[in-house]
Every structure is written in C-alpha cells, then in structure tokens.
C-alpha cells in the first residue's frame, strides 16, 4: 500500500489536471511531475484515477501533453491504458442503452442516474431509477438478460434497490425503485423526477437522464449522507454542471428544503467551489443563498483513503438531523421511520467490518 502522503500528491496531481481549464497550460511543475514519475508511481496514479473515475479525462489530457520525444515508452502506456478503459466503456454503454430499450418498451421506463454524469468516464456500476413495480423489473432482467440478483444488504433493502448480475457484463447494473437515499427515505425527490427528465446522446446511443438539479441532489445523498467522501469526479462533474449556468437554483432550493437537505446541498456545493477555486484560482459560480446556507466548509474536508473525507462528527450527524427533523414535521411517518434506522444500520456495518474486513451484508 502506497503511503498516504503519496497518495494525497498523486491526487494533487490528479486535480490540477482535470480543474485546469483546457484553454490553459498546465503548469510547468505538473509537467514536471509527470515526466518524473517511476512505473511504481504510473501504476499508482492511473489506480487513483480509476477510483475517482476521472481516468479518461486525466490521461487524455496527459497524452495531449507528452510527445513521445519526451519519453519513449509513456505514451504507448497512455495509448494502452486508455484504449482498455475505451473499450470497457463502450461495452458498458452498449449493454445500458439496451436495458433502458428493453426496459422502456415494457412498461418500466427508467432514468439513468449517476453513471453518465461523469463522461467521458464511466462508474464502476450502472445506475438506473424507475417507479415501476419492482417483481416486473426483476422478471424483466431476468428473462430479458437473463440476469441474476446479487445478494442484498440490509442497506439495499430499506433503500429499496437491486443489483443485477448480467452475463457478460463486468458491472454490476442498480437499479432504485421508487427510492432514493441510504434508507429510501427520500420519496419528495422522487416526485418530480421522471417530469423533468431528459434526453443526452453518447455516440450512437440515446439515454434518459436527471436535470440538472436532480443531478445535484442525488449526488449530494450520496456523498454527504451516504458514503461520507467526496470523489475527484463528483467535484469535476458538479463544477461543470454549473459552470454551463443550467441549474435552477430556486427550484433545487425549494426542493432540497422540502427534502430536509438544503443545508447538504449547500454545503456541498461549497466545498466543491473552493476547492475548485485552490486549483484554478476562482470557484464556480454559486448565489448568495447557497454560500449563507453552508453548515461547513473546504477547510473541515481532508484527502485521506483516497478520497476527500467528510467529517461525521459533528458535521454528518447535523445534516443527517436536520434530514430527519423535517421528514418528522412534515407527516412523512414512514420516511422518517427508514430514516431513523440509519445510525443503528451505521453501527452494524462498522462492526462488521471491524470483525469481517468486509461491511456488504449490511451497508
């Protein structure tokens, strides 16, 4: 395992190539620090970036950079890796854009959630939402692909989400039901999905996907109340959400106090445009609302394990209050029940990997 302090360089790295403007140089240390770097190091940089799901857009900048006067074998390396992760991705889009057909054309139509929003990278999983029965689904994945259920967890239950197993497909394909949130206690988002949902075109393939908005927020559930990290990807991708000025900040407000998450949402938003603003010298562009509603800031977030940790206390737990505060308020019995099982479910899956090495069957 490399050492931390490696590990947080190579994610410097790693940020100031995909946070630099492509109508500006890279600096002369990243370059520098890219014609420096041993195999040992290659090897280790290309992983984070695979993790962070920033691989493609951070090689192909590094191979529009190196002539191959500058080092003879590294672009031949570059060339390698990125056709590798090309041709996982093609296949990955290809397999997707025919369960949404299939799908569709059944009477289950679905959004694709999370895994597009990164392009030109791709997750390691394919995300997909639908307010169809869910025993149509299974039986639609399972004759039609003939695709096997993965085993669920505590956590996938309450969320009210399968994972589907498909032949000859090395990702795992999730789809949420009905649900969204670590317990599926979020229902008011879900509301409003498939109204305002649209369509994108990637090669030859056409995908529904979330607005804008919908995008923010789901990634904010994951993120700051889910998982706790921050990804590399999630940072890019949100950045330049905004930065295309196709996000409806009233409407997102509105929805996210009805959800109990403004205050996530917010403080999200935040952190991403600060830490923005430290590789590129100015953040995105977020209102005066967003900026007053932040619990925290870039500062309370630190690089460790790989990604940009979130501290859960006290910061997690306040959101995580202020979420279940106003299910409680509004009526939402039922949500707020699901909600209220998260810290036991928490706590379990702690052990669990304390005593296991593994917290699957539980989170």
Known sequence: MQPSSNAESHFRLLSDIVLTPESAELSSQVRQSLCNMTQADFDAFV???????????????????????????RPET??????????????????LAEICTVLDKSGCPVTVIKSLDHWPDLGSDLDLYTDADSKEVVELMRTSFGANLDNRSWGDRLANKWNFIVPGLPELVEIHIGRLGQTGEQTVVTKSLAARTRS??????????????????????????????IRLCDIVDNAQLIDSDSVDFNYLQDLGKAAGIWEGIATYLTIISEYVES??????????QVWRSANFHADQVRFRRDFVRVPILP?????????????????????????????????????ELKITGSDKGIW
């Not at 979330?210 to 994951?222: D, G, K, N």
Request: proline fraction near 4%; glycine fraction near 4%.
């Open 47 to 73: 992983s984070l970036a695979a993790k962070n799901h920033v691989i493609m857009r951070a090689l192909m900048r590094w191979q529009e950079l190196l002539p191959a006067a500058e080092n003879s074998s």
């Open 78 to 95: 570059l060339s390698t890796v990125l056709q590798d992760e090309k041709i996982r991705i093609e296949c990955a889009l290809g397999f």
């Open 200 to 229: 994108v075109r990637i090669g030859s393939h056409s995908f529904p996907v979330l607005a804008p908005e919908h995008r923010i927020i789901v990634s904010t559930l994951q993120r700051m109340y889910r998982h706790f990290y």
């Open 279 to 288: 590789y590129r010298g100015y953040g995105v562009s977020i209102p005066a």
């Open 315 to 351: 910061h997690s737990l306040n959101l995580y209050t202020a979420e279940l505060r106003t299910l409680v308020l509004q009526g939402q019995l039922r949500d707020s029940f699901r909600l209220s099982l998260l810290p036991g479910l928490a706590t379990a899956a702690a052990l």
